[in-house]
């Protein structure tokens, strides 16, 4: 095997795509990782990094294009890493995202994964503007005010002004906040003192056309002249909150959160039942594909009315408030304390007397459930992308609910969690739903049986 080095350049054929959009090729028998590059093409490319077995490449020219390669219609596309597989056609993202999958079984190989059904990735009709959450990063730079997403890989800003991929409301008000803060010279955030406005999330409702903004901070701030002037422009914005995070980490929020103006929450529509969103609550990106997604977790999980269902990583509670009216009893934990306060509000806005809602971890509520008595027929998992809890897996194989579906935004830790629940599950298909068009991500919903 030749070794390759840094700023070396080779030729390469590019057999598939990996799990992070990028292209991969083989040269003397080293893998190489090409970003940007597609499968069938013949790249002429340059070593940027060189890791014993494991090598990345940039493209210095194309030599035989893929049919299925397109201009990326973003001006941001190369700076910001946001998006990584805009360059590909539309059609064959929903089979990349298909392929993902594949490969992330047969790394991690779960019990009869190869006879596992695979189903055609759910896509969207129009894949752009489908992101109802923004957070964007605020600096200073120079006498310019930055707003937007850090470059890949890096702290250096990118001032983002028209977000292919965000919804055309958010990148606008976020736009007008640009200006504002700029207009009322509010302090940004300064990396080495700690201090300043750090981020802005602005969430849209969509079937409600509600506006959420939240401004986190380093310190407390005065927002009283840029939420008169905001409000003022956008009627939608019904809710304005301060977040403060001291923290010297990556971490976005902090633990205390103030509604400055407006009124608590916002409302929103999934399934056809309204729901309240707080400005801390976890909800999807994709309103248009979350009603896909859920009523995919609905078909896969089969209930009856007699059934006890536990919704594990509930949030607000949506998904096991769709079930609600379909079964004996819905129960869901999550660690946030405001999600779990809206989705008893909204338990009680449904006129739903069989849900109970506590916070806490998984792993610690269940066994406690269980030792009071309360026995699941179905348990739903919608964990974030590092996957389930080592102790809540274990529990799952040892409680052996006689349903379980399993929602996944993360491939690879799906992949891995299934290794341990196939020793007690029959796998029956896997439904992929593009949540996140002109990214490498995709939601899975696993319908899984007792064996």
């Known amino acids: 095997m030749v070794y390759l080095k840094v700023g070396q350049k080779i030729p390469l054929k590019i057999k598939k795509m990996g799990i992070n959009g990028e292209g991969i090729g083989n040269f003397k028998g080293q893998t190489v990782f090409v970003k940007g590059a597609l499968p069938k093409e013949e790249v002429y490319s340059v070593i940027t990094k060189a890791q014993g077995r494991y090598v990345e490449a940039e493209i210095v020219n194309i030599n035989k294009k893929s049919r299925q390669r397109v201009d990326p219609a973003c001006k941001y596309y190369e700076e910001c890493g946001g998006c990584q597989i805009m360059h590909l056609e539309y059609p064959a993202q929903l089979e990349f995202k298909r392929d993902i999958l594949k490969q992330s079984l047969q790394k991690f190989k779960p019990e009869g994964f190869s006879d596992y059904e695979l ?162 609550a976890f909800y999807q990106l994709n309103s248009m594909q979350t009603n896909v997604l859920y009523q995919e977790a609905i078909n896969a999980l089969d209930v009856s009315e007699n059934d006890n269902i536990i919704d594990a990583y509930c949030g607000v509670g949506t998904i096991g408030l769709a079930f609600a009216s379909k079964v004996k009893s819905v129960r869901g934990m999550d660690v946030i304390a405001q999600g779990i306060d809206d989705a008893k509000k909204n338990a009680e806005i449904l006129g739903f007397d069989n849900t109970h809602y506590e916070v806490g971890q998984a792993e610690d509520v269940i066994p406690k459930w269980y030792k009071e008595g309360y026995r699941a027929d179905a348990i739903i998992v919608d964990p974030p992308r590092t996957g389930l809890d080592d102790k809540l897996l274990d529990l799952i194989v040892e409680y052996k609910p006689e349903k379980m579906v399993y929602v996944s935004c993360n491939v690879s830790t799906l992949a891995r969690d299934l290794v341990k629940l196939a020793q007690v599950y029959n796998v029956e298909y896997l439904q992929s739903v593009d949540m996140f068009p002109q990214t490498a991500r995709t939601e899975c919903v696993v319908k899984l049986t007792r064996k």
């Open 119 to 280: 189903r055609p990735t759910m896509g969207m009709k129009e894949p752009w503007h489908y992101r109802n959450k923004l957070q964007f990063q605020t600096r200073q730079f120079k006498d310019k005010v930055n707003v937007g997403l850090y470059a890949e890989n890096s702290h250096r800003l990118i001032d983002i002004k028209d977000c292919l991929v965000q919804d055309q409301l958010t990148q606008s008000i976020i736009n007008t906040i640009r200006n504002l803060i700029s207009k009322y010279k509010l302090p940004l955030f300064d990396e080495r003192r700690n201090q300043g406005l750090r981020t802005v999330m602005v969430r849209h409702a969509m079937k409600s056309d509600q506006v959420q903004l939240v401004f986190i901070s380093s310190k407390n701030i005065n927002l009283d002249r840029i939420s008169k002037d905001l409000v003022a422009e956008y009627p939608q914005i019904k809710t304005i909150a301060l977040n403060i995070n001291t923290k010297k980490s990556s971490e976005i929020y902090g633990q205390h959160t103030e509604i400055i103006w407006g009124q608590e929450a916002i409302n929103e529509e999934v399934l056809g039942y309204e729901f309240s969103l707080s400005p801390r």
